[in-house]
T-cell receptor
Framework: GEDVEQSLFLSVREGDSSVINCTYTDSSSTYLYWYKQEPGAGLQLLTYIFSNMDMKQDQRLTVLLNKKDKHLSLRIADTQTGDSAIYFCAESLDNTDKLIFGTGTRLQVFP | EAGVAQSPRYKIIEKRQSVAFWCNPISGHATLYWYQQILGQGPKLLIQFQNNGVVDDSQLPKDRFSAERLKGVDSTLKIQPAKLEDSAVYLC?????????????FGPGTRLLVL
């Protein structure tokens, strides 16, 4: 079945690294995504990774994919107060555009 | 490039009333999606259009929800009659089939409260 799980909350100090984790169950995922949602706003695509990759780096963001364990993580280096938001991981299923979202992780950055 | 537009941004209605939401996707995007996001949860796909045809409406409660995209551009989502459990944010998204790896661009959403 399709199920994407995330921890609900993460609190970090400004300047530290944040690591947000996600597990998924469907082995036929084609792409895996990280979205950011700020209060009252829609979802903003941060980055994505193709399922045959194990790492992708984009400026302060690093995505790690462990396909064997069906585990995805997002590392934010030098976390800033502006990074405070809810982060959703999502998977797209093979040969479809359908996105399955996790429950979201609320990241709080304190000074 | 203008983003996905949605209106209204907020709506408060009483149960058993009707409500409609409007979405204008990014210009040239053939695929349009409606999601329901209940507080504390991730978005859940309600319906997906490819141009003006329905691709997937398996999660749409068809006894009360309907959606259309008559000319393959704008779309409306209607709830009739509304129930308390319909209180949620309704997100519209669009994507280009030419670059699927860039996935879906989301609008700001319509926040619905059913009393």
């Amino acid at each position: 079945g399709e199920d994407v799980e995330q921890s609900l909350f993460l609190s970090v100090r400004e300047g530290d690294s944040s690591v947000i984790n996600c597990t998924y169950t469907d082995s036929s995922s084609t792409y895996l995504y990280w979205y950011k949602q700020e209060p009252g706003a829609g979802l903003q695509l941060l980055t994505y990774i193709f399922s045959n990759m194990d790492m992708k780096q984009d400026q302060r963001l690093t995505v790690l994919l462990n396909k064997k364990d069906k585990h995805l993580s997002l590392r934010i280096a030098d976390t800033q107060t502006g990074d405070s938001a809810i982060y959703f991981c999502a998977e797209s299923l093979d040969n479809t555009d359908k996105l399955i979202f996790g429950t979201g992780t609320r990241l709080q950055v304190f000074p | 490039e203008a983003g996905v537009a949605q209106s209204p941004r907020y709506k408060i209605i009483e149960k058993r009333q009707s409500v409609a939401f409007w979405c204008n996707p990014i210009s040239g995007h053939a695929t349009l999606y409606w999601y329901q996001q209940i507080l504390g949860q991730g978005p859940k796909l309600l319906i997906q259009f490819q141009n003006n045809g329905v691709v997937d409406d398996s999660q749409l409660p068809k006894d009360r929800f309907s959606a259309e995209r008559l000319k393959g551009v704008d779309s409306t989502l209607k709830i009739q009659p509304a129930k308390l459990e319909d209180s949620a944010v309704y997100l519209c998204a669009s994507s280009s089939r030419d670059r699927p790896q860039e996935t879906q661009y989301f609008g700001p959403g319509t926040r619905l409260l059913v009393l």
